[in-house]
């Protein structure tokens, strides 16, 4: 049968390997960094390379720095994405306080966990210090809401 071929199945862990993405990490990286976390040297892996210790040492070294930068990243997106702030003055009511909230997250179309029994138990729980006998606020009250409509007083 001329012109036709037969594709034979993968079946190495190297050839495995070579098929898999690793985000930001060469091949070569990764499986370095994969030596390192089950206890290998350096020097044991690049004889297991083929390659020098001081290769494997640059190579580890720009891994671990690829990581660490797309780990900031992540950071710095989160905190500007994902994070709505509201402040309750001073003098609000307590039973304000939760519609305040929600109308806040209703100006980003954000569904809030958390209801308005839940936001006052939260209030209460955690800043009673906060709160006059008379069931006012007596300083500003700052909660902090998420995408997914996680709230935190913080």
Same mark, same amino acid.
């Given at each position: 049968?001329?012109?036709?071929?037969?594709?034979?199945?993968?079946?190495?862990?190297?050839?495995?390997?070579?098929?898999?993405?690793?985000?930001?990490?060469?091949?070569?990286?990764?499986?370095?960094?994969?030596?390192?976390?089950?206890?290998?040297?350096?020097?044991?892996?690049?004889?297991?390379?083929?390659?020098?210790?001081?290769?494997?040492?640059?190579?580890?070294?720009?891994?671990?720095?690829?990581?660490?930068?797309?780990?900031?990243?992540?950071?710095?997106?989160?905190?500007?994405?994902?994070?709505?702030?509201?402040?309750? +003055?001073?003098?609000?009511?307590?039973? !304000?306080?939760?519609? %305040?909230? @929600?109308?806040?997250?209703? #100006?980003?179309?954000?569904?809030?966990?958390?209801?308005?029994? +839940?936001?006052?138990?939260?209030?209460? !729980?955690?800043?009673? %210090?906060? @709160?006059?006998?008379?069931? #006012?606020?007596?300083?500003?009250?700052?909660?902090?809401?998420? +995408?997914?409509?996680?709230?935190?007083?913080?």
């Amino acid at each position: 049968m001329k012109g036709n071929t037969i594709q034979k199945p993968v079946d190495t862990a190297a050839e495995r390997l070579s098929e898999k993405s690793y985000g930001f990490l060469s091949e070569r990286q990764f499986r370095i960094l994969s030596l390192r976390s089950r206890g290998y040297t350096q020097l044991e892996i690049a004889k297991e390379l083929h390659t020098s210790r001081a290769n494997v040492s640059m190579l580890e070294g720009r891994a671990r720095k690829r990581i660490e930068l797309a780990r900031q990243t992540l950071k710095v997106f989160e905190e500007c994405q994902t994070h709505h702030v509201i402040t309750i +003055e001073p003098s609000t009511r307590l039973q !304000k306080i939760p519609m %305040d909230v @929600l109308l806040e997250a209703d #100006k980003f179309q954000i569904h809030m966990r958390s209801n308005m029994v +839940e936001i006052l138990r939260m209030v209460k !729980k955690q800043k009673p %210090d906060l @709160l006059s006998p008379d069931g #006012k606020t007596v300083e500003k009250i700052t909660f902090d809401f998420n +995408e997914r409509g996680k709230l935190s007083l913080l």
